[in-house]
């Protein structure tokens, strides 16, 4: 709007809104979005093939109407490092809000060498309907205590080919506050079993190669304190648990006990994503088996390195690696590793939440050797 007041030009700006009446909550007023006729969305999230395989895996592109769309003939398609892939036409007779699923196969063959690529899919539509948007997707968050917000994103994905190699097959995952790392695990090949508190007994312990808990697992499940003789029985009779970072303050201090051997938790963290890192234990097995970790493994990580490394540990814990940012002291509380009975035991605060959706090779390639630990060595 422009305002003029005593001969003073003003521009002033104000939001469309849109009110309307809820029977409980009263009058809301939610900010007018323009939308695309239609979005899309993608899943997985991230597709890995292990260098080597001959696989065939599927990618499928979900296309939502934002408004009735009536007898328009629609072009599906899609390309990966720059590669078209095959198109599929249709006549598109959808409501708003209606959805369809069009599958992409994805061969090993179609991706040369040790790289990243992205799947880009695409959505046209005839009949006169604007296609401006057409590769975006659309989040909304939505909570009593604030507006209604809506983000458009490219909906492309990260399809890995990369040299990995894994050892054991069926892996327990407790999850914690929530993360994606169990679609990254299923990516990897394992077979993924959520564990709730009912689950977390011998009888489904014992036929898990690994268990691991989700970040935050031990500040927001309390139930855990009363699972920790049943967690070390099973590493004393061979299993491996590796606990993600938990967070050790005042607002979320950990009640729980955690390991076989004391440890605490510190607020320390490498928020260098681009940190030099120092192998303290080279021959270590988690740095060789069975993946041969390299300085390249930390390469193109993202955001940070690690939070809520581990502090004042036992002695019979194994620092495996130091970092720090610049100007400060190296920590090698990012990784420890004990052995207990027939098992292992593992603490990390590496942000693997963080580097295994965003596609990091290398994170892959060491969680890959944290739940190999406990397995026979060649």
């Given at each position: ?292 970790i390299t300085q390249k493994d930390f390469e193109g990580w993202i ?58 090779p290398g994170a892959y390639r060491l969680m890959a050797n944290l ?8």
């Amino acid at each position: 709007f422009e305002v003029e007041i005593e001969g003073v030009k003003l521009n002033l700006k104000k939001p469309v809104l849109y009110k309307y009446t809820d029977p409980v909550k009263g009058e809301i007023y939610q900010p007018v979005v323009v939308v695309p006729p239609v979005n899309l969305k993608v899943s997985p999230s991230i597709l890995l093939f292990k260098q080597g395989e001959s696989i065939t895996q599927t990618i499928t592109v979900t296309a939502r109407a934002n408004k009735d769309i009536s007898k328009a003939t629609a072009e599906i398609s899609a390309s990966i490092g720059g590669t078209s892939l095959e198109k599929m036409q249709r006549e598109l007779s959808l409501q708003k809000g209606s959805v369809i699923n069009v599958p992409f196969s994805i061969s090993s063959e179609m991706l040369k060498g040790n790289n990243t690529q992205l799947f880009i899919p695409e959505i046209k539509l005839s009949n006169g309907i604007a296609t401006k948007g057409s590769s975006l997707g659309m989040r909304t968050i939505s909570y009593d205590h604030i507006p209604e917000l809506n983000y458009f994103y490219e909906n492309n994905i990260k399809v890995l080919n990369i040299d990995l190699k894994t050892s054991g097959k069926r892996v327990g995952y407790i999850v914690g506050a929530g993360d994606k790392v169990p679609q990254a695990l299923e990516q990897m090949g394992y077979e993924v079993i959520i564990l709730n508190q009912n689950d977390i007994v011998p009888s489904v312990l014992s036929t898990l190669d690994a268990v691991i808990t989700g970040v935050r697992a031990y500040n927001v499940h309390e139930y855990l304190s009363d699972k920790y003789e049943v967690l070390m029985e099973y590493v004393k009779n061979g299993g491996n648990l590796i606990v993600q970072y938990n967070t050790n303050t005042q607002i979320g201090p950990v009640k729980a006990k955690i390991g076989p051997y004391d440890f605490t938790i510190s607020r320390t963290r490498v928020t260098d994503e681009n940190a030099p890192v120092q192998f303290l234990d080279p021959d270590h097995p988690v740095l060789n088996y069975p993946n041969k970790i390299t300085q390249k493994d930390f390469e193109g990580w993202i955001q940070e390195r690690g939070i809520y490394f581990a502090a004042q540990r036992a002695p019979e814990f194994k620092s495996v690696l130091s970092m720090n940012d610049p100007g400060e002291s190296p920590s090698d509380g990012s990784l420890i590793i004990a052995n207990y009975g027939k098992g292992t035991f593992v603490y990390t605060g590496l942000v693997f939440f963080r580097e295994l959706p965003a596609g990091v090779p290398g994170a892959y390639r060491l969680m890959a050797n944290l739940i190999a630990l406990n397995q026979n060595k060649p």
